[in-house]
């Protein structure tokens, strides 16, 4: 079957995740795949690390401490478990990437003891280095305090009045002064997340919205009729009717475009007419939402999906693998799932590295990890 999509933007893969710190997370290091499934019992910390990726995306945008307020600010993000220690107050997170990585460490203000906002986070130190271990002189550009400067033979300074709430992926955006900043934000900002899509009566993808090309479904899915017209006209769209049609046997898709505001329909053998999405069952619509996101015309670097079997009657899983199996071979993704029928389905998949997560006295490991395994991943 001929397929006209186009590689992901960025050909940077991540090999690790590092988090210290951050909720369940007191010290955990993740080695990451072309297709990285994460399971576990509930609590055990898979929603965790989602949400640490999502504040390293979150950095990179410029609204990390809006973000972290989001979840209750710093006192309700930082590792609360036993043996705090000295770095009890400090969050962690970082990745390790082919040919760039970066990491952040965050903390309480230190200073202006008469402020209201002693509790807002702020950003105390930042690195990127070349390549995935970190070495000291393979360090590019770092931060500390207030201060950005490149790294290597002369030190040169690149930034020197950063705001403690501001990232240096927003205090230096010169590409030619900083290549690496500006390649690796770009990286960053193409990270796509999908996490739990609303299908009640008044979820975005139900509703009409005025179409425009979407060569990406947004994170609610809103844009669901435009991103699969999308797919019809520049991408796969033989691969997402097989995809339909296996899922939902003789069913096809079509969108109405006759109005400025288009219209998804769902024809099904028997039915005189299509379903249009607000006739859709949640576990249909569902479906749909994920095949127009991995059938993108655009795939990102990075595609994470957060539970998405949420809803999804366990005869639609098997398609929804081999949907996962086919857009791992061409970007690299991340899936967090529950659904153990999922799980063996995607586990035993080419290049699927599965880490199954458990909790030792409040923190998130992952078991039989060997000290050698750890140690691919070096704070700086």
């Not at 893969?13 to 951050?22: D, I, M, Q, R």
């Not at 962690?92 to 003891?113: H, I, N, P, V």
């Not at 999405?277 to 999906?305: H, Q």
Request: proline share 7%.
């Amino acid at each position: 079957m001929p397929c006209r999509v186009a590689p992901s933007v960025h050909g940077e893969a991540l090999s690790h995740l590092g988090v210290a710190g951050y909720r369940s997370l007191q010290q955990l290091m993740l080695p990451l795949g072309p297709l990285t499934v994460v399971s576990g019992a509930n609590g055990c910390g898979k929603s965790n690390l989602y949400r640490a990726l999502g504040l390293v995306a979150a950095a990179a945008r410029g609204d990390l401490v809006a973000t972290l307020a989001a979840e209750g600010g710093l006192p309700a993000v930082l590792w609360a478990g036993p043996e705090r220690g000295s770095q009890g107050s400090r969050l962690r997170l970082g990745f390790a990437g082919e040919s760039l990585s970066y990491a952040m460490e965050l903390g309480y203000r230190a200073d202006d003891q008469t402020s209201a906002f002693l509790l807002d986070p702020e950003i105390k130190r930042e690195w990127i280095w070349a390549g995935g271990a970190f070495h000291p002189r393979s360090l590019l550009v770092q931060r500390n305090g207030a201060v950005v400067e490149r790294c290597g033979n002369s030190q040169t300074p690149l930034a020197l009045e950063v705001s403690p709430h501001e990232s240096l992926f927003t205090a230096v955006s010169d590409p030619l002064e900083a290549p690496e900043v500006f390649q690796l934000r770009r990286t960053i900002l193409s990270w796509r997340f999908y996490d739990s899509f609303r299908t009640d009566r008044q979820a975005p993808a139900r509703l009409s919205r005025l179409a425009t090309r979407t060569p990406s479904l947004a994170a609610d899915g809103g844009d669901l009729a435009a991103a699969v017209q999308t797919i019809f006209e520049i991408g796969d769209g033989e691969g997402l009717q097989a995809a339909i049609g296996e899922a939902f046997p003789g069913s096809r898709l079509t969108v109405d475009i006759s109005q400025p505001s288009f219209r998804l329909q769902l024809h099904q053998p028997g039915l005189l007419r299509p379903l249009e999405a607000a006739e859709l069952s949640d576990g249909t619509l569902r479906y749909l939402l994920l095949a127009a996101a991995l059938f993108s015309p655009r795939l990102p670097p990075l595609l994470v999906l957060n539970e998405p079997e949420n809803s999804l009657h366990p005869d639609l899983l098997a398609p929804l693998a081999r949907m996962i199996d086919t857009v791992a071979q061409r970007t690299q993704m991340w899936v967090i799932a529950h659904a153990e029928t999922l799980i063996s389905a995607l586990e035993h998949t080419d290049g699927c590295r599965l880490l199954r997560l458990k909790r030792d006295q409040g923190a998130t490991v992952l078991p039989d990890q060997s000290a050698l395994d750890r140690a691919a991943w070096r704070w700086p």
